[in-house]
């Protein structure tokens, strides 16, 4: 990404935040069973869809560099990853936020809850093993990522497979006026800071990546010891 776009995306995302916030906590009318406590909902929603969305990249990417071994495939893998277990963190507490103030809980091993730590999991451990597996670790990382890509239609479908505590219906439908609004606009607001962190981070990645094959080649010339 060219760096003015990258500068402006940065901009509308500071702009939307400010907007967002004023949406949720002024504009967006008050939930009647939940009262403040709904408002959890403008964060866990849009990281839900952040999460899912970074899955897949890195499932996508994860697939593509066992095919072909292109680096710049498992470059977007890494940089996905990364960021599905930032998203997915909050998911989780916001989720148990959310539980606490409609359940009386802060966890239970409800099937949808159950199914979202397990992709979380699998995508810490995409990380871990990325981090610490050593050599010829993006093959085996890239099988946990496809695994966890995978994974999320279950996750989404286990309220309707299993009848437990984790409503059927979702809540977003249902949303009216400034509530329907503040939503979607905090989802895109997660999306323009999501598109910013995946940039940098393949950047990061396919510079370090660069750094490494040209040490290679000096290994291999007898440049450096």
């Not at 470059?75 to 960021?83: I, M, R």
């Not at 409800?110 to 995508?123: E, F, G, K, Q, V």
């Amino acid at each position: 990404m060219k760096r003015p776009v990258y500068i402006l995306i940065a901009l509308i995302a500071m702009a939307g935040f400010a907007y967002t916030q004023y949406l949720i906590f002024y504009a967006a009318a008050i939930e009647l069973d939940m009262f403040f406590n709904q408002k959890i909902l403008y964060y866990h929603v849009p990281s839900a869809f952040m999460l899912f969305l970074s899955t897949i990249i890195c499932g996508i990417y994860s697939f593509r560099y066992v095919r072909k071994r292109d680096g710049r495939h498992d470059d977007v893998a890494l940089a996905s990853g990364e960021l599905a277990v930032l998203f997915g963190a909050i998911v989780l507490i916001t989720g148990s936020i959310w539980g606490r103030a409609y359940w009386g809980v802060w966890w239970t091993w409800d099937a949808r809850l159950t199914m979202s730590l397990l992709l979380w999991m699998s995508m810490v451990g995409y990380v871990l093993v990325r981090r610490y597996g050593g050599p010829g670790s993006e093959r085996i990382a890239a099988g946990l990522a496809i695994f966890a890509a995978a994974n999320i239609p279950l996750v989404y479908f286990s309220v309707r497979i299993w009848k437990t505590l984790h409503p059927e219906s979702s809540v977003v439908p249902g949303l009216k006026g400034n509530m329907r609004l503040a939503l979607w606009m905090s989802v895109l607001l997660f999306a323009c800071v999501f598109a910013l962190l995946l940039t940098a981070r393949v950047a990061v990645a396919r510079g370090t990546r660069q750094v490494a094959l040209a040490r290679e080649a000096a290994l291999d010339a007898g440049l450096v010891e």
